[in-house]
């Protein structure tokens, strides 16, 4: 896992990425933020490029491939798979349906958005500093 790699954000709502580009900024973060309004040129990206991000946060209502179809798509790329992106869900509802299927695609984490900002800035701080800690393989080309 790349700690210092970018922190990916996909999220076609304007307003959410606003709000979370606000609280990355305040939370002072040393990752630079990438957000992506469409999960299929997310999937471009990270197949394309050689950057290794550090997180992924998908919404699962996306157009075009939803959040769900995504983290299938990146968890059956053997390539995207060995880099051990933390792939997690940040989004406005749990169905309970859908979070048995995004940890069927062993995502590792599912998170309902915050109605406040402060308890957005509480939950993403929470979410960042666990996997700051956390210990993982290191990956190899």
């Known amino acids: 896992m790349n700690k210092i790699g970018p922190i990916i954000i996909i999220e076609d709502d304007v307003d959410d990425q606003e ?14 933020i990438i957000f992506f309004g469409d999960s299929q040129k997310a999937l471009d990206f990270l197949i394309d490029t ?9 919404d699962i209502n996306m157009p075009k491939l939803t959040g769900l179809e995504l983290r ?12 051990s992106i933390p792939y997690l869900f940040f989004t406005t509802t749990a169905e309970q349906q859908a979070v048995i299927e995004a940890y069927s695609k062993s995502v590792q ?15 993403i701080k929470t979410i960042v500093e666990y996997w700051q800690e956390c210990v993982s393989p290191d990956y190899v080309k």
Not at 19 to 32: A, H, Q
Not at 72 to 83: D, S
Request: proline share 4%.
């Open 109 to 123: 984490g599912f998170f309902v958005k915050p109605g406040s900002y402060d308890g957005l800035k509480r939950v």
């Open 19 to 32: 709000m979370l580009g606000d609280v990355f900024k305040e939370l002072k973060f040393k990752n630079k």
């Open 72 to 83: 299938e798509k990146v968890h059956n790329n053997e390539e995207l798979r060995l880099k």
């Open 50 to 58: 050689e950057i290794e991000p550090f997180i992924i946060f998908s």
